[in-house]
């Protein structure tokens, strides 16, 4: 098990999101993140069917599968990486999935609260 140097909202050492499917920016299953991160992938998310609906509505179809790229596509109940602009509108849309306050990444606080995180944290 890969164990992170980088930290969570929490404070804490950043918590492994999902390894089934694999996610992450660098594919290692934590939402880790650095300057090549354009998106932000950096919000622990507990998919549902109305997010990955809201998602595919706003040009973000992440429940097709594209295997020329890896990407077998998640579906509800599946935990990901999700880009945090996107984690962010699906709020303002009141579509926001639950997420894991432990494999979120601390720079998340850059757009969004800690609070706004509590409010739909799983744990």
């Given at each position: ?20 499917p ?101 744990e």
């Open positions: 098990m890969y164990m992170s140097l980088q930290k969570n909202v929490l404070g804490t050492t950043l918590r492994t999101c999902c390894t089934k694999l996610t992450g920016f660098f594919r290692n299953g934590l939402c880790e993140t650095d300057e090549e991160d354009v998106g932000s992938h950096t919000v622990c998310i507990k998919v549902t069917d109305a997010f990955l609906k809201f998602s595919k509505s706003v040009g973000n179809d992440l429940s097709t599968p594209i295997p020329q790229y890896g990407f077998m596509g998640i579906k509800d109940g599946d935990c990901w990486c999700l880009c945090l602009s996107r984690w962010k509108e699906a709020f303002d849309a009141g579509v926001a999935p639950k997420v894991k306050l432990e494999s979120c990444h601390e720079s998340a606080l850059e757009l969004v609260t800690l609070d706004m995180l509590k409010k739909y944290a799983i």
